[in-house]
């Protein structure tokens, strides 16, 4: 059953513009929503992570939106560079097990 | 570099046999989990540790074990495999194994069945 919905699977964005990722999750016994960013040949890389009782947080150019009362979450990567390419994957914790969403396929061309 | 090693990088056997997938967690982290990514299934998890006791379990076949020693590290044992084993087998470690605490990952294990 999958339980965290990612989309879309691949997106193209140019040098400098805002990449956005989308997460719905269907749990709400979920309680931490981290995001990862994985590059070929490499494990996932935690990139920043909210709580459900926060809507917004912030770390430099990375920002996750949070919307618990419809279940969603997104990830927005401002002034998008090309050494973001990489592919992102939404998560959802409970009882300490992650669900991972698909993934989405981030290219950043010059 | 996240601090977790896993050993080895790639691994490649046939169908029937057995492996075990080692895995070291950064230093001061007590609970272990073990995951794998596959191209139909995507990222699963498989199985936690925390502290040498099995904590939480997942899509775990019955043909895969896992155990973490005293010294905490883990290892992941696969038998009778078959080609749909084939995949990339990751280990990730936290502090204490709380729900909401940050799960850092190795680079994997690349497993290919021939």
């Known amino acids: 059953q999958q339980q965290v919905k990612q989309s879309p699977q691949s997106l193209i964005v140019q040098k400098g513009g805002i990449s956005i990722i989308n997460c719905a999750y269907e749990?709400?016994?979920?309680?931490?929503f981290p995001w990862y960013q994985q590059f070929p040949g490499k494990g996932p890389a935690l990139l920043i992570a909210?709580?459900?009782?926060?809507s917004e947080k912030k770390e430099g150019r990375f920002t996750i939106s949070f919307n618990k009362s419809a279940k969603q979450f997104s990830l927005h990567i401002m002034d998008s560079q090309p050494g973001d390419s990489a592919t992102y994957f939404c998560?959802?914790?409970?009882?300490?097990?992650?669900?991972f969403g698909t993934g989405t396929r981030l290219q950043v061309t010059l | 570099d996240s601090g977790v090693t896993q050993t080895p990088k790639h691994l490649i056997t046939a169908t029937g046999q057995r492996v075990t997938l080692r895995c070291s967690p950064r230093?001061?982290?007590?609970?272990v989990y073990w995951y794998q990514q596959s191209l139909d299934q995507g990222l699963q998890f498989l199985i936690q540790y925390y502290n040498g006791e099995e904590r939480a379990k997942g899509n775990i076949l019955e043909r895969f074990s896992a155990q973490q020693f005293p010294d905490l590290h883990s290892e992941l044992n696969l038998s009778s495999l078959e080609l749909g084993d084939s995949a990339l087998y990751f280990c990730a470690s936290s502090v204490e194994g709380y729900s909401n605490q940050p799960q850092h990952f190795g680079d994997g294990t690349r497993l290919s069945i021939l």
């Open positions: 998560a959802a914790s409970t009882a300490s097990k992650l669900t």
């Open positions: 230093s001061g982290d007590l609970s």
């Open positions: 909210i709580r459900p009782d926060v």
């Open positions: 749990n709400t016994a979920f309680d931490y």
